[in-house]
């Protein structure tokens, strides 16, 4: 199975920062590498598929780069509704694996 | 709009089969490159992908649960069934349902981009 590590699993910042999350694979992914969001009691929203593709709807201020083992995500201005649970998901291969997310909290 | 679904018991005993229904609208899982999966979430974890089953009913199983799941569609009926026997505390968890499209130039893409709401199930005696 590739393992998908995901740093920092808590991060605190401020309405108006640039907030970088990692997601690193245990073996090359290629670029077949998606990012969510989720909410609390909430279903998961993709932000990004294959690394770098803005999802249809989701604000510009989220961006996605990286490729093989190594990834970003990349919230440009934090707003007031981008806090919450973030989570990387490979599909290079089965079975699909998810990161442990990354909570981004109110500093 | 595309719109998913999960019905199902909030609670089942150990040992007992759990049986998901995924009620979806918008999309047609005739058409080629479309795929819905099941993922999970037991509280206050990670998510963990359980199954996928594509639009030529090729079918895919997390390897750790293999044995135990089952995942089926009725196109008619617009559904995905997801059955899990043996079921264990360790099983509590929400279980998502949620849509894989098509991506050009790609047999399937396998990234979710409409999840249902999903569904709390609690397994104890």
């Known amino acids: 199975d590739i393992q998908m590590t995901q740093s920092p699993s808590t991060l605190s910042a401020s309405v108006g920062d640039r907030v970088t999350i990692t997601c690193r694979a245990s073996?090359?992914?290629?670029?077949?590498l998606a990012w969510y969001q989720q909410k609390p009691g909430k279903a998961p929203k993709l932000l990004i598929y294959?690394?770098?593709s803005l999802e249809s709807g989701v604000p510009s201020r989220f961006s996605g780069s990286g490729s093989g083992t190594e990834f970003t995500l990349t919230i440009s201005s934090l707003q007031p509704d981008d806090f919450a649970t973030y989570y990387c998901?490979?599909?290079?291969?089965?079975?699909?694996?998810f990161g442990g997310g990354t909570k981004v909290e109110i500093k | 709009q595309i719109t998913l679904k999960e019905s199902g018991p909030t609670l089942v005993k150990p040992t007992q089969t759990l049986t998901l229904t995924c009620t979806f609208s918008?999309?047609?899982?005739?058409?080629?490159?479309?795929?819905v999966g099941w993922i999970r979430q037991p509280p206050g974890k990670a998510l963990e992908w359980l199954a996928l089953?594509?639009?030529?009913?090729?079918?895919r199983y997390s390897p750790s649960l293999k044995s135990r799941l089952t995942i089926t569609k009725d196109t008619s009926k617009n559904q995905v069934v997801l059955t899990m026997t043996n079921m264990d505390p360790v099983d509590t968890a929400t279980y998502y349902c949620?849509?894989?499209?098509?991506?050009?130039?790609?047999?399937?893409?396998?990234?979710?981009?409409?999840w249902g709401q999903g569904t709390m199930v609690t397994v104890s005696s």
């Open positions: 294959k690394a770098s």
């Open positions: 998901q490979q599909y290079n291969s089965f079975p699909l694996t």
């Open positions: 089953i594509y639009w030529n009913d090729d079918k």
């Open positions: 949620a849509h894989s499209p098509p991506l050009p130039g790609y047999d399937h893409h396998d990234a979710f981009d409409i």
């Open positions: 918008g999309f047609s899982l005739s058409t080629s490159g479309v795929g």
């Open positions: 073996q090359s992914i290629s670029s077949w």
